[in-house]
């Protein structure tokens, strides 16, 4: 019962830098979210998706790029890293829109841009 | 535009003794709100939640929340906290979006 699944769990980037963090769920949610933790920050909402093909900007979406080919998975990209992005990346997704279901948490992502 | 904000960013409590943590929301419409809960080195782990309804919502481990409209507030009650509560405490309301509040790290001391 694998709920969802983030890879990989920590990387370490040179600024200028690009990556994609990959978010996989295997329990047919039609929503999908990319939040980043800071300290005193709570979770901010990156980008987000509604339904396979679909994405939709959050709180904080610049710098990042997402894709929603497949609905089990959701893809965070950073094309172009900054020390600004040094936070830890949870995924998470629900049914709906929170009123069926809340959200289901990967373990997160710790990204450190030197 | 639609926001939280929870009052108290570091709480200290002695086992046994009673929790409130406070919760604020902006927002012009209906809301669904939740309070979530991460323990340390964890994700976020779903406390309760509110849709509609009694205002006075049970979580698990004993934890209520009570919505009170007038004041756009969503605060978070244990009777009598317990070490393992120890955690980082989160608000969230959706709104348009689901957004979340900074966070209050509960720190409980046996």
């Known amino acids: 019962n694998a709920g969802v699944t983030q890879t990989p769990k920590f990387r370490v980037l040179k600024t200028g830098q690009s990556m994609t963090l990959l978010c996989a769920q295997d329990?047919?949610?039609?929503?999908m979210y990319w939040y980043r933790q800071d300290p005193g920050m709570g979770l901010r909402l990156i980008h987000y998706?509604?339904?396979?093909?679909?994405?939709a900007k959050g709180e904080v979406p610049d710098g990042y790029n997402v894709s929603r080919l497949k609905k089990q998975n959701f893809l965070l990209g950073l094309e172009s890293a900054a020390p600004s992005q040094t936070s830890v990346y949870f995924c998470a997704s629900s049914y709906g829109q929170g009123l069926i279901s809340p959200l289901h948490f990967g373990n997160g992502t710790r990204l450190t841009v030197t | 535009a639609q926001s939280v904000s929870q009052h108290n960013h570091h709480v200290i409590l002695s086992e046994a003794a009673s929790l409130e943590l406070g919760c604020n929301y902006s927002?012009?419409?209906?809301?669904?709100l939740f309070w979530y809960v991460q323990y340390p080195g964890q994700h976020l782990q779903l406390l309760l939640k509110y849709f509609s309804g009694d205002p006075l919502v049970k979580g698990i481990k004993g934890f209520e929340a009570e919505f009170i409209k007038s004041k756009f507030s969503f605060n978070l009650r244990k009777p009598s906290v317990q070490w393992s509560d120890t955690a980082e405490y989160f608000c969230a309301v959706q709104g348009g979006k689901l957004i979340f509040g900074q966070g209050t790290e509960l720190s409980v001391k046996p």
């Open positions: 998706s509604v339904g396979e093909g679909t994405t």
């Open positions: 329990m047919n949610h039609e929503y």
């Open positions: 927002y012009g419409g209906t809301v669904n």
